[in-house]
């Protein structure tokens, strides 16, 4: 089946730095998510990318649709403590399993105040 | 609180032992999704419901079963409990049966089998 690759793992790094993550995967899909998942809580919708080529961004997280419609990039800018959590992209390919949105195994980020 | 409701938070239950989820939709969705999340791993798509009609079917178990009911909430039955069921279920929801906005999910309930 359909699967998606997310990189980092997991990524500890300096309040204020710059962070970068990304998805890929084999085949293409027609939208892109990117969720954030608080310990203990659901995964929460930060960002939503419909087109190929899309830029997105919502305050200091911009995402984008890869051209080949098979690759997504999250990047948060200026990181602070709150930006904790776990992050999972999605795809969902309108022509495959009727919809549901397939799933990365998430980047888990660590910021060290 | 995103509207999405899902009961128990939290349940304890021993092995061969049967259980029921339930979950509340967000007012207005017609969708409902179960998705499993164990530790370390990604989430898992179990199955989903539209207008009280199965529509999608994942990687779901023989030993467990839903429904989703004329109120639209839905009920996740789990029997013959393992201890490697013990896992995160979360409960989404969406308007439509594509869900192509995204989906707003529950808290979700921590099920630990002992």
């Known amino acids: 089946g359909q699967q998606l690759n997310q990189s980092p793992q997991s990524m500890f790094i300096q309040e204020g730095e710059d962070v970068s993550m990304n998805c890929t995967s084999s085949s293409i899909f027609n939208t892109w998510l990117w969720y954030k998942q608080d310990p203990g809580e659901g995964p929460v919708l930060l960002i939503a990318?419909?087109?190929?080529?899309e830029l997105t961004s919502n305050g200091r997280l911009t995402a984008q649709f890869g051209i080949t419609r098979k690759d997504s990039f999250l990047n948060i800018s200026a990181s602070i403590p709150s930006d904790v959590g776990i992050y999972f992209c999605?795809?969902?390919?309108?022509?495959?399993?009727?919809?549901?949105?397939?799933f990365g195994k998430g980047t888990k980020l660590s910021v060290k105040p | 609180d995103s509207g999405v409701t899902q009961t128990p938070k939290h349940l304890i239950t021993a092995t061969g032992q049967r259980v029921t989820l339930r979950c509340s939709p967000r007012s207005g969705d017609l969708s409902v999704y179960w998705y499993q999340q164990s530790l370390d791993q990604g989430l898992q798509f179990l199955i989903q419901?539209?207008?009280?009609?199965?529509?999608a079917k994942g990687n779901i178990l023989e030993r467990f079963s839903a429904q989703q009911f004329p109120d639209l909430h839905s009920e996740l039955n789990l029997s013959s409990l393992e201890l490697g069921d013990s896992a995160l279920y979360f409960c989404?929801?969406?308007?439509?049966?594509?869900?192509?906005?995204?989906?707003?999910f529950g808290s979700g309930t921590r099920l630990t089998v002992v």
């Open positions: 989404a929801s969406s308007a439509r049966d594509r869900g192509g906005f995204g989906y707003t």
């Open positions: 990318l419909y087109k190929a080529g």
């Open positions: 419901y539209y207008n009280g009609e199965e529509r």
């Open positions: 999605a795809g969902m390919n309108y022509g495959g399993s009727q919809g549901n949105l397939i």
